[in-house]
């Protein structure tokens, strides 16, 4: 039988795709003694038992829903990795609501985030670019977050547009919504701070309240 605990693990590699060993011992075994040990553990036990499969050609080893279509061997893990450290990077940050991997809105061709997410009550569309996108690449994922805003399937306000990456784009034409770009999502927040050090700072329409 399952505990609420292996409920939690299966459902959060469903959600996110797929989870490392290290990461799953910091989102649910986190308050014991030997994290890593403890996890180490209910994972062989679930994999013995069908629950779960894992890839052996990262380190520390990545672990997937038993049902998932994902070959081991693809990018996509990777990538779905790299979403997972902006989760991670968030809850550490605080005030975290909601945090959807790869939603889908509408019909085909309308922008598909890595992410949606809720940080202190503002809304986030957030891009995790592992590869470089040519400026013409960018233009057409942009403009696909423009059928989005057009489409009206968002209430208002309309999230804001973050790119995190080490490559910086040139953003031209007037959007309707905040573009930014950073390496990280605290590098993002860092930059806020230093512009306006105060309790509530506003930069180019963004409100975060960061005290």
Same mark, same amino acid.
């Given at each position: 039988?399952?505990?609420? !605990?292996?409920?939690?693990?299966?459902?959060?590699? /469903?959600?996110?795709?797929?989870?490392?060993?290290?990461?799953?011992?910091?989102?649910? %075994?986190?308050? $014991?003694?030997?994290?890593?040990?403890?996890?180490?553990?209910?994972?062989? !036990?679930?994999?013995?038992?069908?629950?779960?499969?894992?890839?052996?050609?990262? +380190?520390?080893? @990545?672990? %997937?829903?038993?049902?998932?279509?994902?070959?081991?061997?693809?990018?996509?893990?990777?990538?779905? $990795?790299?979403?997972?450290?902006?989760?991670?990077?968030?809850? *550490?940050? #605080?005030?975290?609501?909601?945090?959807?991997?790869?939603?889908?809105?509408?019909? *085909? #061709?309308?922008?598909?985030?890595?992410?949606?997410?809720?940080? /202190? !009550?503002?809304?986030? %569309? @957030?891009?995790?670019?592992? +590869? @470089?996108?040519?400026?013409?690449?960018?233009?057409?994922?942009?403009?696909?977050?423009?059928?989005?805003?057009?489409?009206?399937?968002?209430?208002?306000?309309?999230?804001? @547009?973050?790119?995190?990456?080490?490559?910086?784009?040139?953003?031209? #034409?007037?959007?309707?919504? /905040?573009?930014?770009?950073?390496?990280?999502?605290?590098? %993002?927040?860092?930059?806020?701070?230093?512009?306006?050090?105060?309790?509530?700072?506003?930069? *180019?329409?963004?409100?975060? *309240?960061?005290?």
């Amino acid at each position: 039988m399952l505990t609420n !605990r292996d409920k939690a693990i299966i459902e959060d590699l /469903r959600r996110f795709r797929c989870l490392d060993r290290d990461s799953i011992a910091e989102l649910h %075994f986190a308050g $014991l003694k030997k994290p890593v040990h403890s996890a180490n553990n209910v994972l062989l !036990r679930l994999l013995r038992d069908g629950q779960v499969t894992r890839s052996n050609i990262y +380190t520390p080893y @990545v672990y %997937f829903p038993a049902d998932t279509p994902i070959k081991k061997t693809s990018q996509k893990v990777g990538h779905f $990795l790299a979403i997972l450290d902006v989760y991670k990077e968030l809850r *550490k940050l #605080g005030d975290l609501g909601t945090f959807m991997v790869e939603p889908k809105y509408g019909k *085909k #061709g309308v922008a598909e985030p890595d992410v949606y997410c809720q940080y /202190r !009550r503002t809304g986030f %569309f @957030v891009e995790v670019q592992r +590869t @470089v996108y040519s400026e013409k690449q960018m233009r057409e994922k942009l403009d696909r977050y423009v059928d989005l805003y057009n489409s009206g399937i968002m209430a208002s306000p309309f999230p804001h @547009v973050l790119i995190l990456g080490n490559h910086r784009y040139t953003i031209d #034409g007037d959007y309707s919504f /905040r573009i930014f770009q950073a390496n990280s999502f605290t590098e %993002f927040v860092q930059s806020l701070k230093q512009q306006q050090p105060v309790k509530q700072v506003e930069s *180019k329409g963004v409100k975060i *309240k960061i005290g």
